[in-house]
């Protein structure tokens, strides 16, 4: 389905939660899960909040992970690309018997960053005047400094964000043990244990449009340096310098990320007798997250500079190398802890016979308890926590679900070769948000063979995440550079981020599709579903709009232009300030922009699912052809508050049509296929420009090798992703100021090649 706010689509592990991840929400994240040990990914495709509750506006993922293996299965790839390479290898081994199994599995993979200088199509749309060497400005006229002397009105240009990594680099240990047996009587127990551990690291430069980053406009009147600089022919007086301290500090900084995540779960499952079957599960699961940003001590470099012991001039004397330490050794750090508990029991089985088939009926139920933790200290290396954030939830919820087969074989007639009908429904009580009662109906019917048509009703909701409340850790005060065209110089404005006081989203949500496969033509096949969501209370960042579309009317609940002292420490009472602002310095802000999470809007959503195809199998060979792909029809946006409805489609947000298409083809230990992906043109709300439609071309090829004496199904791939190595289509970010590409919808990595072995044992 298409694009909407945050926790559309549930993500499960074998029906089960994972923890949330990240500092600043909660979704999990699926790529925690090692690849070597997914059987099947299943996928509701629709609202599912009948049966799986809080999360499942859009559907369901559940990966359904490996458990009956016999033998050892290893696998290995390396890839490279223009200034990229990634590595990934695993093990997976595995023991059946008649009663039970157990499988182990760990897998390790790693890849190198990508970084702005190493794309040519990336840069700063306007070069900025935060360089080094700096800039003064003295009584209006700027003087751009150099080694041969200062040049009025010529100001030092620069790309700051160009070093900058567009890709990070990673590395991830993922490992996996699940077993099973069985206890006689038709009783089953289980147990499973996954862990990920990921670091990654990015350069970013040490100065930017935001201060906290590393850049400092500050006055100075006075000292040695001043004095060089005056004789250099800069005029006496206040100096305004624009500081960038890349010459003492180097271009970048490194930033760290590092993840933890461990899901394990037990249960028993019985059968009841009278063909009915009963389950209890107990899940528990953990994310940490530890990330770290460099900067600048500002405090101190300032306090530096107005003792006439620092050079901010990026000419004459060199700093010292010991102040230069003191003033690099800056981060801030975040930790975060997420914790889900769950225990779920269900009973499924039949109820009676109807002409049509068995009636089915599950009901079940669940406790679920979430925790998040964070804290957070800005300063140098083993600073104390300066802020924490605790939130925690409990919730119980119950369900039922009926399946009643009207038509079936044995009842068919003409125009009702089957029909079936499926009823449920849940009551899910959350102790902070309350309690919530949603239901679903969904139709098959079967009037040829061949065809069957199928519709659903329902609604859906999403409770607003722990990560999400006022106390959230990225609560904060940011100052940037002035968003209002204000030639002061100094000026700034302050965003207001993070979390606040939130309610439930809901959503109402409708489908009506086909699956076609005529027996004329043997092979053929093609799904398509119309969807369609009305979804309120969306919470989301209202988003850069506030500050990139100053005369939309829209957003202007979301700024205030030149506030009032009293509105400033309003707004910024009991925020910590992640950069000097307001009354940390003298001057008011330019502006105050609130993008802090809201229960931002109602948006309705429709269009088209659809996958298209035809195999056959031939002495040549066997052929497989098809698309599939989404065809977004609406979505329509209006802002709490507004009357006006603005249509987001065909925008970066909403882009209306994404496709893949495929050509595969198979001969014995041969195989290949070609992918063809297309993203459909699209506005940038930015700046209002055309974002060029994107098509890339993926190559696979796999040869079984002749070693079956040795290894069981050896094999070698070689995969290209982005075959004739296509530049991502010309973007502007406002975000960075920066031309270059869009990485919600395109990737800078280019072609890469990767080759593979994988073999059993």
Same mark, same amino acid.
């Given at each position: 389905?298409?694009?909407?706010?945050?926790?559309?689509?549930l993500?499960?592990?074998?029906?089960?939660?994972?923890?949330g991840?990240?500092?600043?929400?909660?979704?999990?994240?699926?790529?925690?899960?090692p690849?070597?040990?997914?059987?099947?990914?299943?996928?509701?495709?629709?609202?599912?909040?009948?049966?799986?509750?809080?999360?499942?506006?859009?559907?369901?993922?559940?990966?359904?992970?490996?458990?009956?293996?016999?033998?050892?299965?290893?696998?290995?790839?390396?890839?490279?690309?223009d200034?990229?390479?990634?590595?990934?290898g695993?093990?997976?081994?595995?023991?059946?018997?008649?009663?039970?199994?157990?499988?182990?599995?760990?897998?390790?993979?790693?890849?190198?960053?990508?970084?702005?200088?190493?794309?040519?199509?990336?840069?700063?749309?306007?070069?900025?005047?935060?360089?080094?060497?700096?800039?003064?400005?003295?009584?209006?006229?700027?003087?751009?400094?150099?080694?041969?002397?200062?040049?009025?009105?010529?100001?030092n240009?620069?790309?700051?964000?160009k070093?900058?990594?567009?890709?990070?680099?990673?590395?991830?240990?993922?490992?996996?043990?699940?077993?099973?047996?069985?206890?006689?009587?038709?009783?089953?127990?289980?147990?499973r244990?996954?862990?990920?551990?990921r670091?990654?690291?990015?350069?970013?430069?040490?100065?930017?449009?935001?201060?906290?980053? +590393?850049?400092?406009?500050?006055?100075? $009147?006075?000292g040695?340096?001043?004095? #060089?600089? =005056?004789? &250099?022919? !800069?005029? %006496? *007086?206040?100096?305004q310098?624009?500081?960038?301290?890349?010459?003492?500090?180097?271009?970048?900084?490194?930033?760290?990320?590092?993840?933890?995540?461990?899901?394990?779960?037990?249960?028993?499952?019985?059968?009841?007798?009278?063909?009915?079957?009963?389950?209890?599960?107990?899940?528990? +699961?953990?994310?940490?997250?530890?990330i $770290?940003?460099?900067?600048?001590?500002? #405090?101190? =470099?300032? &306090?530096? !500079?107005? %003792? *006439?012991?620092?050079?901010?001039?990026?000419?004459?004397?060199?700093?010292?190398?010991?102040?230069?330490?003191?003033?690099?050794?800056?981060?801030?750090?975040?930790?975060?802890?997420?914790?889900?508990?769950?225990?779920?029991?269900k009973?499924?089985?039949?109820?009676?016979?109807?002409? +049509?088939?068995?009636?089915?009926?599950?009901v079940?139920?669940?406790?679920?308890?979430?925790?998040?933790?964070?804290?957070?200290?800005? *300063?140098?290396?083993g600073?104390?926590?300066?802020?924490?954030?605790?939130g925690?939830?409990?919730?119980?919820?119950?369900?039922?679900?009926?399946?009643?087969?009207?038509?079936?074989?044995?009842?068919?007639t003409?125009?009702?070769?089957?029909?079936?009908?499926?009823?449920?429904?849940?009551?899910?009580?959350?102790?902070d948000?309350?309690?919530?009662?949603?239901?679903?109906?969904?139709?098959?019917w079967?009037?040829?063979? *061949?065809?069957?048509?199928?519709?659903?009703?329902g609604?859906?909701?999403?409770?607003?995440s722990?990560?999400?409340?006022?106390?959230?850790?990225?609560?904060?005060?940011?100052?940037?550079?002035?968003?209002t065209?204000?030639?002061?110089?100094?000026?700034?404005?302050?965003?207001l981020?993070?979390?606040?006081?939130?309610e439930?989203?809901?959503?109402?949500?409708?489908?009506?599709?086909?699956?076609?496969?005529?027996?004329?033509?043997?092979?053929?096949?093609?799904?398509?579903?119309y969807f369609?969501?009305?979804?309120?209370?969306v919470?989301?960042?209202?988003?850069?709009?506030?500050?990139?579309?100053?005369?939309?009317?829209?957003?202007?609940?979301?700024?205030?232009?030149?506030?009032?002292?009293?509105?400033?420490?309003?707004?910024?009472?009991?925020?910590?300030?992640?950069?000097?602002?307001?009354?940390?310095?003298?001057?008011?802000?330019?502006?105050?922009?609130?993008?802090r999470?809201?229960?931002f809007?109602?948006?309705?959503i429709?269009?088209?699912?659809?996958?298209?195809?035809?195999?056959?199998s031939?002495?040549?060979?066997?052929?497989?052809?098809?698309?599939?792909?989404?065809?977004?029809?609406?979505?329509?946006?209006?802002i709490n508050?507004?009357?006006?409805?603005?249509?987001?489609?065909?925008?970066?947000?909403?882009?209306?049509?994404k496709?893949?298409?495929?050509?595969?083809?198979?001969?014995?230990?041969?195989?290949?296929?070609?992918?063809?992906?297309?993203?459909?043109?699209?506005?940038?709300?930015?700046?209002?420009?055309?974002?060029?439609?994107?098509?890339?071309?993926d190559?696979?090829?796999g040869?079984?090798?002749?070693?079956?004496?040795?290894?069981?199904?050896?094999?070698?791939?070689?995969?290209?992703?982005?075959?004739?190595?296509?530049?991502?289509?010309?973007?502007?970010?406002?975000?960075?100021?920066?031309?270059?590409?869009?990485?919600?919808?395109?990737?800078?990595?280019?072609?890469?090649?990767?080759v593979?072995?994988?073999?059993?044992?």
């Amino acid at each position: 389905m298409g694009n909407g706010g945050g926790g559309l689509t549930l993500v499960l592990v074998d029906g089960l939660r994972l923890p949330g991840a990240g500092i600043n929400q909660t979704a999990p994240d699926p790529s925690a899960i090692p690849p070597s040990a997914i059987e099947r990914v299943e996928v509701v495709a629709d609202g599912a909040s009948s049966i799986y509750g809080s999360d499942a506006v859009a559907g369901v993922v559940n990966f359904i992970l490996r458990k009956n293996v016999d033998g050892v299965e290893t696998a290995g790839r390396v890839g490279f690309g223009d200034g990229y390479r990634t590595y990934n290898g695993s093990i997976l081994a595995g023991k059946k018997w008649d009663t039970g199994s157990i499988l182990a599995d760990y897998e390790y993979s790693q890849n190198t960053s990508v970084n702005g200088t190493e794309r040519d199509y990336f840069g700063m749309k306007t070069l900025s005047t935060l360089c080094s060497p700096a800039n003064v400005t003295v009584n209006g006229v700027i003087y751009g400094l150099s080694a041969t002397g200062a040049r009025a009105g010529v100001p030092n240009q620069c790309d700051i964000n160009k070093a900058n990594d567009l890709y990070p680099a990673q590395h991830r240990h993922q490992g996996l043990v699940s077993i099973r047996q069985e206890l006689g009587s038709g009783i089953e127990v289980h147990a499973r244990t996954l862990y990920s551990a990921r670091e990654l690291r990015s350069r970013q430069a040490i100065s930017g449009g935001n201060v906290a980053s +590393g850049g400092l406009n500050l006055t100075v $009147t006075g000292g040695p340096f001043y004095n #060089a600089v =005056v004789a &250099s022919g !800069v005029p %006496a *007086g206040p100096q305004q310098v624009t500081y960038n301290p890349s010459n003492d500090l180097g271009a970048t900084v490194k930033n760290r990320i590092s993840t933890e995540t461990w899901s394990t779960n037990a249960g028993i499952g019985a059968d009841l007798g009278g063909g009915w079957r009963g389950a209890i599960d107990l899940n528990y +699961g953990r994310e940490r997250d530890d990330i $770290t940003q460099r900067g600048i001590d500002q #405090a101190l =470099v300032t &306090s530096l !500079v107005n %003792a *006439g012991t620092y050079n901010p001039y990026g000419i004459g004397a060199a700093n010292d190398p010991a102040l230069v330490q003191r003033v690099g050794n800056y981060r801030t750090r975040y930790f975060g802890q997420q914790e889900v508990k769950e225990a779920i029991a269900k009973v499924d089985g039949s109820l009676f016979s109807l002409p +049509g088939g068995a009636v089915k009926a599950a009901v079940g139920g669940s406790l679920r308890e979430e925790r998040f933790y964070a804290n957070t200290d800005t *300063g140098p290396d083993g600073g104390a926590i300066q802020t924490e954030a605790l939130g925690k939830r409990k919730s119980y919820s119950a369900y039922g679900e009926l399946f009643v087969p009207i038509f079936g074989e044995t009842n068919a007639t003409t125009a009702f070769q089957a029909l079936d009908v499926s009823l449920s429904a849940r009551y899910d009580h959350y102790n902070d948000v309350g309690g919530t009662t949603n239901p679903k109906i969904g139709v098959n019917w079967t009037p040829v063979r *061949g065809l069957v048509l199928h519709g659903s009703y329902g609604t859906s909701f999403h409770a607003p995440s722990l990560a999400d409340a006022g106390t959230a850790i990225d609560t904060r005060v940011i100052r940037f550079a002035d968003f209002t065209g204000s030639t002061t110089p100094g000026a700034y404005s302050i965003i207001l981020a993070g979390g606040n006081r939130l309610e439930p989203e809901t959503a109402t949500t409708w489908s009506l599709g086909a699956d076609f496969k005529p027996a004329f033509l043997p092979g053929f096949k093609l799904t398509a579903t119309y969807f369609n969501i009305d979804y309120k209370n969306v919470i989301t960042f209202p988003g850069f709009n506030p500050v990139s579309e100053p005369n939309n009317p829209l957003f202007d609940p979301y700024r205030t232009y030149a506030p009032s002292v009293a509105q400033v420490l309003a707004a910024t009472n009991g925020i910590r300030h992640d950069g000097l602002s307001y009354p940390d310095v003298a001057a008011l802000p330019t502006a105050i922009y609130d993008l802090r999470r809201q229960n931002f809007a109602r948006q309705k959503i429709d269009g088209l699912d659809f996958d298209v195809g035809y195999a056959r199998s031939t002495s040549a060979g066997d052929f497989n052809v098809g698309a599939s792909g989404t065809w977004l029809w609406g979505f329509d946006q209006q802002i709490n508050g507004s009357d006006v409805v603005t249509s987001r489609l065909r925008t970066g947000y909403a882009i209306n049509f994404k496709a893949r298409g495929r050509v595969a083809y198979a001969n014995g230990p041969v195989d290949g296929a070609i992918f063809v992906n297309y993203i459909n043109k699209y506005r940038n709300v930015v700046d209002n420009s055309r974002v060029k439609a994107n098509t890339t071309v993926d190559l696979h090829l796999g040869l079984k090798l002749p070693l079956g004496n040795i290894v069981e199904d050896p094999q070698i791939t070689v995969d290209v992703t982005n075959l004739f190595d296509k530049d991502p289509p010309f973007f502007y970010d406002a975000s960075t100021s920066a031309y270059g590409f869009d990485p919600a919808n395109a990737s800078a990595l280019g072609r890469i090649v990767s080759v593979g072995l994988r073999g059993k044992f």
